[in-house]
């Protein structure tokens, strides 16, 4: 969201960077951010079930007459000190939205399942190899409906997924398999910051779901609690929803929890 033609770093009440939604079609704003960003007072009536928004004033009287601007009679002089142009900040692929993984380039980070069910520590990396806009027609032939949002358009894109070292941690159970180690696919977001949440990882040729299946066929595919995997390696398509004429990314998400949404979410340039 821009305010005054100037790009907004929306937050809620606890200092977390939130984003718009697409939803079904429909754009969402998250309201206290937007309060925060007008610079008025924003309270919630738990008891009427109520947002009351407020710019501290009472109701503006229709009467008044018009108001006559006065020139200022001081000119301004232009200050003749030329300014230094700032030099932007190198490009390190850190993932975050403002330094996302340039395009088919691999990011590793060590990673970590802390709940009972999935527990495990691995070395994960991912990269983005391809990604390809599908039409209506493709969409179809793949077996899924058409497209009807004109917000959204879709890319298949190609993933190369490793896991080195995965070590079962927390399990309550005996093992693991190999697709509880597979990263998260949380969806894409905008570079304004418009996030479209899912994809489509199965239920067709060349998906990565069925690329680990394939891959890991015939073979064992448990991970005993108290070893440590062979290096999981595979490579496949999901069908990520993105947002028209915006230049879009991929996010996929760490496995632990615990970690702050900024510090969780790994951005993936497509282009």
């Not at 407020?54 to 200022?72: A, K």
């Not at 991912?126 to 990604?131: C, D, F, G, L, N």
């Not at 304004?192 to 394939?214: E, L, P």
């Amino acid at each position: 969201m821009t305010y005054n033609g100037k790009l907004q770093e929306m937050k809620d009440g606890v200092g977390n960077v939130v984003y718009p939604v697409i939803i079904n079609g429909t754009t969402y704003l998250p309201v206290r951010a937007i309060a925060s960003t007008l610079g008025v007072e924003i309270t919630w009536d738990g008891a009427s079930q109520t947002v009351n928004i407020s710019d501290g004033g009472s109701e503006v009287p229709t009467d008044l007459p018009p108001t006559i601007p006065t020139p200022d009679p001081t000119p301004t002089t232009p200050d003749p000190t030329p300014t230094t142009p700032t030099t932007p900040a190198p490009t390190v692929n850190a993932g975050t939205l403002a330094d996302p993984v340039e395009f088919g380039k691999t990011f590793t980070w060590e990673d970590e399942n802390k709940t009972k069910s999935y527990g495990f520590k691995s070395t994960a990396s991912v990269s983005v190899t391809k990604a390809v806009k599908l039409t209506s027609t493709e969409l179809v032939a793949m077996g899924f409906k058409a497209s009807t949002d004109p917000e959204i358009e879709y890319y298949k894109v190609s993933l190369v997924i490793k896991g080195k070292n995965v070590t079962p941690t927390t399990l309550d159970t005996a093992y693991l398999v190999y697709s509880n180690t597979q990263p998260s696919i949380y969806g894409s977001i905008s570079k304004s910051g418009v996030k479209v949440i899912g994809s489509t990882a199965y239920g067709f040729d060349g998906s990565i779901s069925r690329a680990m299946s394939d891959r890991y066929a015939g073979v064992s595919t448990k991970i005993n609690k108290g070893s440590i995997a062979a290096e999981v390696n595979y490579s496949g398509d999901i069908i990520l929803p993105v947002v028209k004429g915006e230049e879009c990314y991929l996010v996929i998400r760490k496995a632990n929890s615990e970690l702050e949404n900024n510090s969780r979410n790994i951005h993936f340039k497509l282009k």
